[in-house]
């Protein structure tokens, strides 16, 4: 079946610091996406990313960062120099062509930066 | 840059009364989507619309749900007798799709948080 697992329920960590964020996923299609939302405390959900199972290069945008390891089906997030707005919800998602490309969420791991 | 608008931010609503939650699609964006978060937990879909009609809908949406595009820019959600379980906080969501079709990425509205008393 297919799963979206964040294992991580809270992490804490103080300004500055770097943090990675874990996703592993399980699906049996070799055709898929990830993604990543953030949620902030005022509740709407922010897109940070989408990357394709053909693409496993590894991304990065300003601070944050994502590894893609199909090896592990891990789709990791990690943010560097961690800020107190970087505290949020934070989203991996899955989608495949079973489910009509309908994005299957995580649990969500909540951040918290603390000053 | 163009976003998912959501009517109203909040709702409060007594058991049994219908209520209608209102969204406004990027303006070019094909797909439509609704989903629902209980609080504290994952995102769950709901359903998805295309071309005027339902595409894709999940075990939740039963028949006191429905939806439907009144005009060229709203999409709604009505909930017909709304229950206890129903309080949740409610996304709308659209992609364009006009080349990658249905795995195009969706965008989300901010959510209309639904407290049912």
């Known amino acids: 079946a297919q799963k979206v697992t964040q294992a991580q329920t809270e992490i804490s960590v103080v300004e500055k610091e770097d943090v990675t964020l874990d996703c592993v996923y399980e699906?049996?299609?070799?055709?898929?996406?990830l993604f990543w939302y953030k949620q902030p405390p005022s509740g709407e959900l922010v897109f940070l990313i989408r990357r394709n199972s053909f693409d496993e290069q590894n991304e990065i945008s300003g601070r944050y960062s994502w590894n893609f390891q199909k090896s592990t089906s891990s789709f990791n997030f990690t943010i560097t120099a961690s800020q107190v707005v970087d505290s949020a919800v934070y989203f991996c998602a899955l989608s495949w062509p079973g489910g009509s490309y309908i994005p299957t969420f995580g649990r969500g791991t909540s951040l918290i930066v603390h000053p | 840059e163009p976003e998912v608008t959501q009517t109203p931010s909040h709702q409060v609503t007594q058991m049994g009364q219908e209520v209608i939650l209102r969204c406004v699609p990027i303006s070019n964006h094909l797909y439509f989507y609704w989903y629902r978060q209980i609080l504290g937990q994952k995102v769950e879909f709901l359903v998805s619309f295309y071309n005027n009609e339902i595409s894709e809908k999940s075990e939740i949406f039963d028949d006191q749900f429905s939806v439907e595009r009144p005009d060229g820019s709203n999409f709604t959600l009505k909930i017909r007798s709304t229950k206890l379980e129903d309080s949740a906080m409610y996304f709308c969501?659209?992609?364009?799709?006009?080349?990658?079709?249905?795995?195009?990425?969706?965008?989300f509205g901010p959510g209309t948080r639904l407290t049912v008393l």
């Open positions: 699906t049996r299609d070799t055709t898929y996406y």
């Open positions: 969501a659209s992609s364009w799709g006009g080349v990658a079709g249905v795995t195009d990425t969706q965008y």
